[in-house]
């Protein structure tokens, strides 16, 4: 459990993350690399005293992890990836500050997007804020994860497509380390699971694909990829459970 500084002093980690993911949309285009968006986010959380809570976690070289395409999570920005007009880009983002952690992550469409990918992206992002919703004293785990496979199948239906909901990755506890328990699954049945407490802080976190939810690790031992070449997206945030309801720590400023 987290005291109301504590949960204050996450949001402000949760500020210097929603910036970094600010510059890397504002920087993200076709010609430009991976690896150009990583130095962006880098630049940008080190401007705000803070550091990169991915760069150097269990051997993974950069700031950021870029997923492109049929990449579902843990991409590895390289100046070799330069993105192109359609591509579709997941960009995950942490940062430290004052030994809070946050943690992040956006969907981009670039050039001119497919209309499946708008669509699957809408899904996920309104996949995660339904299990955010969720988020409430006296509520289940089973709860979150329900409400986001849910609201993905209702999505899928509406759009008269399949989603794969990937199951092997999901959210998980944060605070003083970037991952903690419990992990917290994008499946899920109502009622069970643990009891959520005023205090607690969860990244939520659907990945969805337009095709299988089965996924592949690539050689490089980060990489994650759909089995079917299928493209992938990703939607996450860092809310506090609270007695006035989820407060997303990773929100930008308004």
Known sequence: MKTPGQVDAMRATGLVVASALAA????????????????????????????PSFLGYQGFPASICS?????VVH???SREQVLGDG???????GA??????????????LGTPRP??????????????????R???????????????????????????????????????????????????????????MRLRTGMVLAIEPMLTGGTDETEELE?????????????VHWEHSVAVTDDGPRVLTAPAS
Do not use: K
Request: proline share 3%; hydrophobic share 40%.
């Open 96 to 109: 430290i500050l004052d030994g809070w952690h946050g943690d992040a992550a956006v969907t981009l469409l």
């Open 135 to 193: 988020l409430v004293p006296g509520g289940r785990l089973g709860d979150v994860g329900h409400a986001v496979e849910e609201e993905a199948r209702r999505r899928a239906a509406a759009d008269g497509r399949e989603y794969g909901i990937v199951a092997d990755y999901g959210g998980h506890g944060i605070g003083t380390s970037m991952h903690m328990e419990p992990f917290v699954p994008n499946l899920g049945r109502a009622g069970t699971g």
């Open 24 to 51: 890397v949309t504002e920087a993200a285009r076709p010609g430009v690399s991976t690896a150009d968006l990583d130095e962006v986010a880098e630049a940008v959380i080190r401007e705000a005293g803070a550091e």
């Open 220 to 232: 490089d031992g980060w990489t994650v990829v759909t089995a079917d070449g299928s493209r992938a």
């Open 67 to 71: 997923s492109v395409n049929e990449q």
């Open 75 to 77: 991409g590895i920005p």
């Open 116 to 133: 499946e990918d708008e669509a699957l992206s809408s899904a996920c992002r309104s996949a995660m804020e339904a299990g955010i919703a």
């Open 87 to 93: 591509d579709l880009v997941s960009i995950d983002c």
